[in-house]
């Protein structure tokens, strides 16, 4: 939050500073009408502001002349810029109607051509410079019938090194105040010019900025019709853009000095009216809880009077009432932020991005108000405060709409493939339809609510399921190839079996939940010492993971009654989660206590800890709060399902309090707390229950270790030797093709690095971000061989960045994974992979599948490699040509040196016509902008490159066809053709006829 406000307020202090920025003040010595500009060096401080004391003459319209023939009687001095609305004249206190002659005579002006940027007077001036008219805007008078106009000009002279008189008539019976009320600046006539053209400039910037946004937004309406904020914020940005054009620099009365002045003036009091209320509404249709509907009429109503008021009165009976006016506005822009500070309390979404830019437009409009009131004479600011609201607010609105319809489209998405699936098992359960009309009800509603986490699922469990059947098939596949398999494959193959059985064995028990088939084998067992046991049993694993277990238990003992079994295959999965989060250094810490007539056990750990945002479906089942092909760990998301549910069955309940890791980075974990009932009152009477004694436990658990944990997935051993592996691939053999192979499983990582061993270097990594690390330190890879689903950065990702990179792109990329549906093949290959290779996979088809690729890659260079050849020829011939040509500064030597290189490149062409050589290429060589090549090579030949080429090419094949019996086809792909339909295709529009036909004409001949 504080950084936002932050850059809100350093974007309206430049824009203060460009508004007040321009003008320096040098040493002027100023008396009342008369100022000396001999110590002010215009060069260095710019335009000189005539904020002076002028001669002023009261209701008198006096030309120079008048001057001379006798000084007529001045009214006073009277401060410019200014109105002279309440001024003394000696006979009375001036009102807004009458006349007046403002004079100012400058003193040592430096000799030179200068000018004065003049802007709008109310309501009609004169002005000379000296004896010279040289600007006027409408018709002065000394009565109402006056004709007002506001067009600032830019006007020039030259002083000869005389003083300057600068005089001006000024009449006004239109508008409620009268006079010069903007400033004039005198300086060189470049600086003046550069004034007036940069104003200009700026104004039609900010017109041209917040139109398009207003037509942006115009658009989102009309395909959003619904969000109609979109609409509001659309008409407020047309409004201050129409404004533009009628103030500051008046662009639309410059290019229309014609257009009736009322008209103007009301227009712009509409576009204030507008601009308030628009933007009022556009804040009520996105908070509309916060503000209040019966004060947002008041304000609405409030402006439609004062509109109504301006269409049918005059411009200077509006021109009064209009600072009651900027009184509504100023109470309307303190409302938006009382209500926008509610908003940010009641945590609506971007409440404090919109807070902060309306702070910002509501400073400016009382900058605006103050200088429309001649409070103080700041300049006009909102056009700009609005453009940097305007920019910062569509990128939120269009975050926000975007989201929106991007979540609309997912779940479209999600009911058609629902729809579809039901569609599916409706065609296949036909016959069983009569007796199963409640299941398959119950199962479609079922797809409904959870088919976009079946559909994860089961992707997860194929991932699960292939990965350890990839372990096991690839080393008995080379073991029955011939290969011997030493002790470390039998230890591979039998972890990968167990994984692999662990993971059936919980599908299997989530089966026989959902079927309602599940019994619990019930007896009375002390929880402490179970709870002493279990971590016993994972002691060695959490020191190889470098990770410290801890358990506390009270001495005295808790008899419980549970299916020892099921309760084993709680720990077990628990014992899995936090294994798979905790980093190497963290912490894993089981407790137990009485609280009442229950056990609760606290099983905790400092992993990454789960978003807030997950926690509320953790339990449910398929889902899990790490998704996506980068998960951070290997999962399906069954396994916090079944600790529910076999808790559950317990008579007990599952909480779980977390920290993640970027909401807490020094503080982060999660903490699951198990309450299980003591007793077995609450167990008694079930049908689900069986009561057994201590006899049948030790057959019903499969034990490892221990004896009482069946087997924790996902805590592999350390990879010991992937590092000595790696080494071995890369010591004396760096003359051979590198392999980066990218898997986040340390045991297929491994595998895979052994196949490839020998025949290349092989780099083995964890993750994307470890492939981009080996890339930027400079390692030469040929191939990359890489899993999809990774933690950190996945196969997606990787592919993408290499692809985005000029040094990397050219690497040939090959997927390695689980996912073999043709979705995921279908992105891998649009996103650039050259090939998809599915798990499990045979070895001698991966170690082919590489190979081919590595010669794919060895031709793609040497056609590289011969084609650069073919152009540092024509390079060398172009120079040499150019040495010995004309020379340069000779009429005409452009011309005859662009002709020789042009000759230089036909030539070229003419003898390497069958290759493919570009238009880029070409104009690359000759050092010349693609278009400009383009048109000189049209000047010179009289045709386009393709047609100059396809012309050689076709009279190429014209020879061949009459002089040979090879096939068409063939002739056209010799001839440089790339498919036989663009040869005929060319060759009918040169010819008239087809190659066919053309070669039956020429047999008929002969």
Same mark, same amino acid.
């Given at each position: 939050m504080p950084d936002i406000f932050k850059i809100y307020l350093i974007l309206l202090s430049a824009c203060l500073m460009f508004s007040c920025s321009g003008e320096q003040r040098g040493h002027i010595a100023s008396h009342p009408g008369i100022i000396d500009v001999a110590g002010y060096d215009f060069n260095h401080h710019g335009p000189v502001p005539l904020n002076f004391n002028w001669e002023f003459y009261w209701q008198q319209l006096l030309a120079p002349g008048d001057f001379r023939t006798g000084r007529p009687g001045i009214t006073g001095y009277i401060k410019v810029p200014g109105v002279w609305n309440g001024y003394n004249t000696g006979r009375g206190i001036a009102c807004g109607d009458g006349y007046a002659t403002y004079r100012l005579h400058i003193k040592n002006l430096p000799a030179g051509n200068h000018g004065l940027k003049l802007p709008s007077m109310a309501t009609a001036y004169r002005l000379w410079v000296n004896d010279i008219e040289l600007a006027s805007n409408g018709k002065v008078t000394t009565g109402p019938d006056m004709k007002p106009q506001q067009l600032p000009l830019a006007v020039f002279f030259e002083t000869g090194g005389k003083d300057v008189v600068i005089t001006i008539q000024v009449s006004n019976y239109l508008s409620d105040k009268g006079g010069i009320w903007e400033k004039i600046l005198l300086g060189t006539e470049e600086q003046i010019l550069k004034k007036r053209i940069l104003g200009i400039a700026f104004d039609l910037m900010l017109f041209g900025s917040i139109l398009i946004m207003s037509l942006y937004h115009f658009a989102l309406y009309f395909f959003r019709k619904n969000t109609v904020f979109t609409l509001y914020f659309g008409l407020v940005c047309l409004v201050i853009s129409l404004r533009i054009l009628i103030t500051g620099e008046f662009f639309l009365i410059y290019l229309e000095p014609g257009i009736d002045w009322s008209i103007e003036i009301k227009t712009?009091?509409?576009?204030?009216?507008?601009?308030?209320?628009?933007?009022?509404?556009?804040?009520?249709?996105?908070?509309?809880?916060?503000?209040?509907?019966?004060? &947002?009429?008041?304000?609405? %109503?409030?402006?439609?009077?004062?509109?109504? +008021?301006?269409?049918?009165?005059? &411009?200077?009976?509006?021109?009064?009432?209009?600072?009651?006016? /900027?009184?509504?506005?100023?109470?309307?822009?303190?409302?938006?932020?009382?209500?926008? #500070?509610?908003?940010?309390?009641?945590?609506?979404?971007?409440?404090?991005?919109?807070? *902060?830019?309306?702070?910002?437009?509501?400073?400016?409009?009382?900058?605006?108000?103050?200088?429309?009131?001649? &409070?103080?004479?700041?300049?006009?600011?909102?056009?700009?405060?609005?453009?940097? +609201?305007?920019?910062?607010?569509? &990128?939120?609105?269009?975050?926000?709409?975007?989201?929106?319809?991007?979540?609309?489209?997912?779940?479209?998405?999600? !009911?058609?493939?629902?729809?579809?699936?039901?569609?599916?098992?409706?065609?296949?359960?036909?016959?069983?339809?009569?007796?199963?009309?409640?299941?398959?009800?119950?199962?479609? @509603?079922?797809?409904?609510?959870?088919?976009?986490? @079946?559909?994860?699922? +089961?992707?997860?469990?194929?991932?699960?399921?292939?990965?350890? !059947?990839?372990?096991?098939?690839?080393?008995?596949?080379?073991?029955?190839?011939? @290969?011997?398999?030493?002790?470390?494959?039998?230890?591979?193959? /039998?972890?990968?079996?167990?994984?692999?059985?662990?993971?059936?064995?919980?599908?299997?028990? #989530?089966?026989? %939940?959902?079927?309602?088939?599940?019994?619990?084998?019930?007896?009375? %067992?002390?929880?402490?010492?179970?709870?002493?046991?279990?971590?016993?049993?994972?002691? $060695?694993?959490?020191?190889? @993971?470098?990770?410290?277990?801890?358990?506390?238990?009270?001495?005295?003992?808790?008899?419980?009654?549970?299916?020892?079994?099921?309760? *084993?295959?709680?720990?077990?999965?628990?014992?899995?989660?936090?294994?798979?989060?905790?980093?190497?250094?963290?912490?894993?810490?089981?407790?137990?206590?009485?609280?009442?007539?229950?056990?609760?056990?606290?099983?905790?750990?400092?992993?990454?800890?789960?978003?807030?945002?997950?926690?509320?479906?953790?339990?449910?089942?398929?889902?899990?709060?790490?998704?996506?092909?980068?998960? $951070?760990?290997?999962?399906?998301?069954?396994?916090?399902?079944?600790?529910?549910?076999?808790?559950?069955?317990?008579?007990?309940?599952?909480?779980?309090?977390?920290?993640?890791?970027?909401?807490?980075?020094?503080?982060?974990?999660?903490?699951?707390?198990l309450r299980i009932p003591a007793g077995k009152n609450h167990l008694e009477g079930r049908s689900d229950v069986i009561f057994i004694g201590d006899d049948h436990l030790a057959d019903d658990v499969h034990c490892v270790g221990s004896g009482l944990l069946p087997y924790v997935r996902g805590v592999n051993p350390p990879a010991a030797d992937e590092a000595s592996v790696m080494a071995g691939t890369c010591t004396d053999e760096s003359d051979l093709p590198a392999v980066l192979v990218v898997e986040d499983n340390s045991d297929l990582r491994n595998l895979v690095a052994g196949m490839l061993a020998g025949s290349y270097v092989v780099y083995a990594v964890s993750d994307g971000r470890e492939a981009i690390s080996v890339f930027e330190s400079g390692v030469e890879v040929d191939l990359v061989l890489s899993d999809i689903m990774m933690p950190g950065m996945d196969g997606h990702a990787l592919l993408m960045w290499m692809r985005g990179s000029e040094k990397f792109s050219g690497i040939p990329f090959v997927f390695l994974t689980a996912r073999a549906d043709s979705f995921m093949k279908i992105e891998g290959l649009q996103l650039g992979a050259v090939d998809y290779v599915t798990k499990p996979f045979n070895s001698d088809e991966l170690l082919l599948r590489v190979r081919n690729q590595m010669e794919h890659k060895k031709m793609r260079n040497i056609l590289r490699r011969n084609y650069n050849r073919l152009l540092a020829k024509l390079r060398d011939g172009v120079n040499d040509h150019t040495v010995t040509g004309d020379p340069v500064n000779t009429p005409g030597s452009h011309d005859t040196r662009n002709s020789s290189r042009m000759e230089q490149v036909c030539a070229f062409i003419n003898e390497h016509y069958t290759e493919e050589i570009t238009r880029d290429d070409l104009a690359a060589v000759l050092n010349l902008n693609p278009d400009t090549f383009s048109r000189l090579f049209n000047q010179h030949t009289g045709t386009s490159l393709n047609d100059y080429v396809s012309r050689l090419r076709i009279e190429e094949a014209k020879k061949r066809l009459t002089g040979t019996d090879d096939p068409v086809t063939r002739i056209s792909l010799d001839a440089g053709f790339d498919s036989i339909r663009t040869f005929n295709r060319a060759f009918k529009k040169l010819t008239g006829i087809s190659p066919v036909e053309y070669r039956e004409r020429g047999a008929v001949k002969n």
């Open positions: 712009e009091f509409i576009t204030v009216y507008g601009g308030f209320t628009f933007f009022l509404l556009f804040l009520k249709s996105l908070y509309g809880q916060e503000f209040s509907s019966r004060v &947002v009429r008041l304000f609405v %109503i409030s402006s439609l009077v004062f509109f109504l +008021f301006t269409l049918f009165f005059s &411009v200077k009976t509006t021109a009064i009432l209009l600072p009651v006016y /900027h009184g509504i506005i100023v109470a309307g822009f303190l409302y938006m932020l009382y209500a926008l #500070v509610l908003a940010i309390i009641s945590g609506r979404e971007g409440a404090p991005y919109i807070l *902060a830019g309306c702070l910002i437009l509501t400073i400016v409009v009382v900058n605006d108000i103050l200088d429309s009131n001649e &409070v103080i004479n700041s300049g006009y600011l909102f056009p700009v405060g609005l453009l940097i +609201f305007i920019f910062s607010q569509s &990128v939120i609105l269009a975050r926000i709409f975007s989201s929106s319809v991007r979540r609309v489209e997912e779940l479209s998405g999600q !009911l058609r493939e629902s729809y579809n699936r039901i569609d599916e098992y409706n065609r296949d359960l036909e016959s069983m339809i009569a007796e199963r009309t409640m299941e398959l009800a119950a199962a479609n @509603k079922k797809l409904r609510d959870l088919d976009r986490a @079946k559909t994860d699922f +089961f992707a997860n469990v194929s991932h699960e399921l292939r990965t350890p !059947l990839t372990l096991i098939l690839a080393p008995v596949e080379e073991a029955l190839a011939g @290969k011997p398999m030493d002790r470390d494959y039998l230890e591979l193959i /039998h972890r990968s079996g167990r994984n692999l059985l662990s993971l059936i064995n919980d599908l299997l028990e #989530v089966s026989r %939940i959902t079927s309602g088939n599940i019994m619990l084998d019930v007896t009375e %067992i002390d929880f402490c010492k179970l709870l002493r046991d279990c971590c016993a049993g994972m002691e $060695s694993t959490a020191k190889l @993971k470098g990770i410290t277990l801890s358990c506390y238990t009270p001495d005295s003992g808790m008899p419980v009654w549970i299916d020892r079994k099921k309760i *084993a295959n709680v720990m077990s999965n628990m014992f899995s989660n936090s294994f798979k989060f905790t980093a190497p250094g963290g912490k894993i810490e089981l407790s137990c206590r009485a609280d009442k007539d229950d056990v609760v056990v606290r099983f905790a750990d400092t992993g990454c800890g789960i978003p807030a945002g997950k926690i509320p479906v953790i339990f449910d089942r398929f889902v899990q709060a790490d998704t996506g092909t980068a998960r $951070s760990g290997e999962g399906t998301g069954i396994g916090l399902s079944l600790v529910r549910d076999i808790v559950e069955l317990h008579g007990g309940s599952v909480q779980v309090e977390s920290r993640y890791v970027d909401d807490y980075p020094g503080a982060h974990g999660s903490a699951f707390i």
